[in-house]
């Protein structure tokens, strides 16, 4: 199967720059207001996917000055409301992308569904074991994940401290592509690649003393 095809009937979800979901077969983006609890909700998941959520722990994060109390009310509303959001019928069975389970609580790792952060990082690593081997396929890979990289990760939600260290992962990652591939391509004397790539990466951070001196 044709992989536009595969990206086209699947839910997207944008993680890398403005956070943003579109729906199978459709080209707008969801209506996200960044800071709904819906959203915010979705975001945790997605840093702890693979993980079950105590929902305690969840509420902690979504709730702070509701710890005391433990309400779960809130929270079965909002787990609830995201699954309606995000489920369509697909040819397989209804995905809701949201495992339930009392007192807990995950994205679904088996959700059909593309996640930037997932193809970027997956890129990142072809392209590093091809460099091994073939550098003009491992630059067209390490491209192909550039070109993901329309800004840190969720960069709006600079006040939420479980961002941060995944902001720094995929930064890091997206920098030494960058070092990487430029590398290669002033090697082979492609300069006016290189000068672009190394823009892209001083936008991002433009303090990085071994991206400036490249």
């Known amino acids: 199967i044709n992989n536009d095809y595969q990206l086209i009937n699947k839910l ?3 993680c890398l720059g403005a956070f943003r979901i579109f729906k199978p077969g459709e080209s707008v983006a969801l209506g996200i207001v960044s800071k709904h609890k819906m959203w915010l909700l979705l975001k945790l998941l997605i840093v702890k996917r693979g993980l079950l959520t105590p929902t305690e722990e969840i509420i902690d994060y979504l709730w702070p000055d509701q710890r005391k109390f433990r309400d779960t009310a809130a929270l079965r509303t909002t787990i609830s409301r995201l699954k309606s959001v995000l489920g369509f019928q697909n040819s397989d069975s209804k995905n809701t992308f949201i495992i339930n389970r009392k007192n807990m609580c995950a994205f679904d790792p088996g959700a059909y569904c593309w996640l930037d952060i997932e193809q970027f990082e997956n890129l990142c690593k072809i392209g590093h074991q091809q460099g091994k081997n073939n550098r003009n396929e491992a630059i067209e890979t390490y491209l192909r994940a550039i070109e ?5 990760f969720l960069f709006e939600d600079t006040n939420l401290e479980w961002v941060v260290g995944v902001r720094e992962y ?6 030494d592509a960058i070092k990487e591939v430029a ?3 002033f090697e082979e004397k492609d300069f006016s690649q290189t000068r672009r790539l190394l823009e892209k990466a001083t936008k991002i951070d433009p303090y990085n ?3 400036v001196t490249m």
Do not use: C, N
Not at 170 to 175: P, V
């Open 183 to 185: 590398s290669w391509l």
């Open 170 to 175: 995929y930064r890091r990652l997206f920098l």
């Open 12 to 14: 997207r979800i944008h």
């Open 148 to 152: 993901l990289y329309e800004g840190d």
């Open 209 to 211: 003393e071994e991206i």
